[in-house]
């Protein structure tokens, strides 16, 4: 039986997600946890998505395959006694044999969280400790640029080589409560480095190192990645994926 659950992590003390020999990954924990459960076999994951080292979750999704006979409540209750206390599994669901939980997103939402004010040390691994003022009304101009469909190849890791770079951002906003700025991205898909890289972008506008129309031309290959920066994993979070 097929089953789609929903969850969450704090990606401080893991390396990345993917499963990796011989490393503490989001994606391994799973693993393991579905190993105990169903019979000692091994069990494959396939999530929405991976996230970079040091990226957190509010919303991941996955499926996998069981053969075991259980109810989705004690699914969950075995998941979450089995893995470790940075990984909570929020959801558990029965889905048809056909689903998948990648191929069929339809958007995904993230948010990223920057201080603005004073240091804050017990905050350093879930909120980017920027702790200077910001030129957020440029920032605010500039964010809409990436709204809509466009090859974002320049803002994503060398690393990532795909057949296309071209997706689609339906949201892009800045929102300032207090010292704390949070950019939300809601799109149809996003790659490697490509959000903190957007972010980081932002962040340079903002410091006004960068023109607030610096995002058009980059985004029409007018300007090399050299403008380009990337901002801190540890201010990312995945919100939610929709179906």
């Given amino acids: 039986m097929r089953y789609l659950i929903k969850f969450s992590y704090d990606g401080t003390l893991f390396?990345?997600?993917?499963?990796?020999?011989?490393?503490r990954t989001v994606e391994g924990e799973l693993e393991k946890a579905l190993y105990s459960i169903n019979n000692h076999k091994a069990t494959r994951i396939y999530s929405s998505g991976r996230t970079d080292r040091g990226v957190h979750a509010l919303g991941q999704t996955a499926h996998f395959d069981l053969e075991v006979n259980i109810t989705l409540y004690k699914l969950k209750c075995a998941l979450n006694s089995l893995l470790p206390d940075d990984i909570h599994v929020i959801e558990v669901n029965n889905v048809d044999e056909s689903f998948h939980a990648r191929f069929l997103v339809k958007k995904k939402t993230y948010k990223y969280y920057l201080n603005m004010g004073e240091y804050d040390p017990t905050r350093r691994n879930i909120i980017y400790q920027y702790n200077k003022l910001l030129d957020i009304d440029s920032m605010c101009y500039a964010i809409?640029?990436?709204?809509?469909?466009?090859?974002?190849?320049?803002?994503?890791?060398?690393?990532?080589?795909?057949?296309?770079?071209?997706?689609?951002?339906?949201?892009?906003?800045?929102e300032v409560l207090g010292d704390l700025v949070v950019f939300t991205f809601t799109g149809d898909g996003f790659m490697k480095y490509q959000i903190r890289n957007m972010v980081g972008t932002l962040i340079k506008i903002g410091k006004g190192k960068l023109d607030k129309n610096i995002i058009d031309k980059l985004l029409n290959n007018e300007l090399s990645n050299k403008y380009v920066y990337t901002a801190k994993p540890e201010g990312l979070y995945l919100v939610d994926v929709y179906y």
């Avoid at 390396?15 to 490393?23: C, F, R, S, V």
């Fill in 144 to 174: 809409k640029s990436f709204c809509g469909q466009h090859d974002f190849k320049i803002f994503t890791s060398m690393e990532a080589v795909k057949t296309s770079y071209v997706r689609t951002i339906y949201d892009a906003t800045i």
């Fill in 15 to 23: 390396l990345g997600y993917q499963k990796q020999p011989n490393k």
